[in-house]
């Protein structure tokens, strides 16, 4: 009886000792292919979001482009607005137009970005601003310099009292600035000054100036007498005159827009670019 007992338990130990192999064996078997699926949702998840990583900055860089281009193109209006238009009373406003078309294409800068396209996109927006307010300021002088320089095409008088402001404006170019005061001057100092020695700069400017203003007073009424005084001032006072101050101004404007395509260009074509 005790051998069979004991042949019994043996079988049934044998069989509970089988019976948790098996169990251990799934269990292990079970928790590898959860591990398997694990590795593989990881896998595809990560797959997923590089894939979405990468059409997300295909489809940033197309918006990009886009919004840079519109900025580039509204540029290129300004430029030309700036080259043929010119404020008077026929058009008082003529760059509002393309002021507004600038100011829309930024905001797609804006929006898109980097800092360093923005910063360049900036640079453009303050001297758009810098030179219209520039021809606003003076549009009324420039306009008579248009009105003279147009006449002294075909009308002789015209062309002598161009020639003679030229020749004031040359005198306070070529006087030092730090001396550009003394032209000006009405003491009796410089009066003696000028007395004593014709060809000082402050001499030969009150000379120019006569000369100029009676050959303006030649013209025969192309001009107002405040408008030949205008132009008069201008020269004595700056060694340029407006049409070429406006010029000068213009060009700062167009090398912050040639600057602004260099700086998206290179960001477009960088590898590794900025976030």
Known sequence: MNAELVAAGAGLVGVLLGGGVTLVAAHIQRKGSKDHADATLRAAVTTARLQYAGALEQQNRIAQRTAYVGFIAATHAFRQALRREVPGRANPDPFSDVQQALRDAYIAVELEGPPSV????????????GVTQFVYNDAELMETWRTLHGAAHSQQPAAVALQALRDVQRIVAETPRDQRHTLTEHTPQT????????????????????????AMQDLGGLLTDDQAEELLLDVSTFPSNALERVVH??????????????????YLNDTAPEI
């Open 118 to 129: 923005l910063s360049a996109a900036d640079a453009v927006l303050s001297a758009g601003f």
């Open 191 to 214: 009066r003696r000054d000028a007395h004593d020695d014709p060809q000082s700069p402050a001499a030969r400017w009150r000379g120019g100036r006569q000369h100029a203003r009676q």
């Open 249 to 266: 101004v213009s060009r700062g404007f167009e090398e912050a827009a040639d600057a602004f395509v260099q700086t998206a260009r290179g």
